[in-house]
């Protein structure tokens, strides 16, 4: 098979049923499937999801338990997937499905394992393209991704990449940390970006911070490495404050006793809270990634609804 177009699917019944007619028009000049994961959909998503499952031969879908997260989805579908490519898309139209063919087009052409799609324009919200300026700064130092690399959702993997990625099976999947840990060979692609046609964005300042702090502190050593300059800088500050105010105890006006009190609570306190929620965020982290929890689990699929 050629190509898997794999989607995430959330509260979607008025976009999905035309998402996957247009797909089965766009791409019916390659072999390929669709793999449409329900993460935890409340709204009629699930129905609708099933019964494309049992009109189209090439689609195939599973439904979640309950909502873990769209990187959690796709993993997911990484799992189903059976293609030679993987292309993700979302569920929103806000990716024509007719640019998938550009991806693959490049990714044969360059032989890229990887090919993201960039935009010239984002028919974002303000929020959100705050949300990814932060993400894309935060992935460049931490990640050591090329600054002018957009990490795009519609994205197409190479099939030896995927079955790297799906090694990982903890709690807390980032696929651009993941892909970017397998290799280095990637190539992007200018397609359009529409606005959405339906509803508002699923991505809310609560899961943006979210993704922000599973990039910090999942898939980088970042904070931990920056205790050594500000230890560092804490440490000359507290030397040379001490030593003005020895200079101002022999020199005079004495200093005050609230003075070095409040200066070395601060000093030391504050140091301790960061330490420990930088610590506590680490061992959090550990303790989820080693207590079991699952990346998904599925509740039924189409082939056991066939």
């Known amino acids: 098979m050629k190509l898997s177009v794999v989607i995430p699917v959330y509260n979607s019944e008025t976009t999905i049923e035309s998402l996957v007619v247009r797909l089965q028009k766009e791409l019916e000049d390659i072999s390929f499937e669709i793999v449409m994961i329900s993460d935890g959909s409340s709204d009629g998503s699930n129905k609708i999801c099933t019964r494309l499952s049992t009109q189209f031969s090439n689609v195939r879908f599973i439904a979640l338990r309950r909502n873990y997260g769209e990187f959690n989805a796709v993993m997911c579908g990484l799992n189903w997937a059976q293609g030679e490519f993987c292309v993700m898309i979302d569920d929103d139209f806000q990716n024509p499905p007719d640019e998938i063919i550009k ?32 993400v894309n700064w935060i992935t460049s130092y931490s990640l050591k991704k090329p600054k002018n690399l957009y990490l795009s959702s519609f994205k197409l993997i190479r099939k030896e990449v995927v079955e790297e990625i799906i090694k990982y099976k903890g709690p807390y999947p980032y696929i651009d940390g993941l892909i970017f840990r397998i290799t280095k060979n990637i190539g992007t692609v200018e397609v359009v970006h ?26 980088s050593s970042l904070p931990i490495r920056l205790f050594m300059p500000i230890g560092l800088g804490l440490f000359g500050l507290g030397f040379f404050f001490l030593l003005f105010l020895s200079g101002q105890w022999i020199i005079g006006p004495d200093p005050k006793g609230w003075q070095v009190v409040t200066a070395a609570v ?12 930088v610590l506590g965020e680490y061992i959090g982290k550990s303790f989820m990634a080693q207590s079991g929890q699952p990346q998904y689990v599925i509740k039924y699929n189409s082939e056991n609804i066939l």
């Open 103 to 134: 991806l693959v087009k490049l990714a044969e052409d360059g032989d890229y394992d990887v090919v993201y799609s960039y935009y010239l324009k984002k028919e974002h919200a303000v929020y959100r393209n705050l949300g990814s300026r932060l």
């Open 194 to 219: 529409q606005k959405r046609e339906e509803g508002t964005s699923n991505y809310t300042w609560r899961k943006l911070i979210s993704l922000f702090l599973n990039i910090l502190f999942c898939y």
């Open 266 to 277: 601060l000093f030391i306190g504050g140091i301790q809270c960061t330490l420990l929620s």
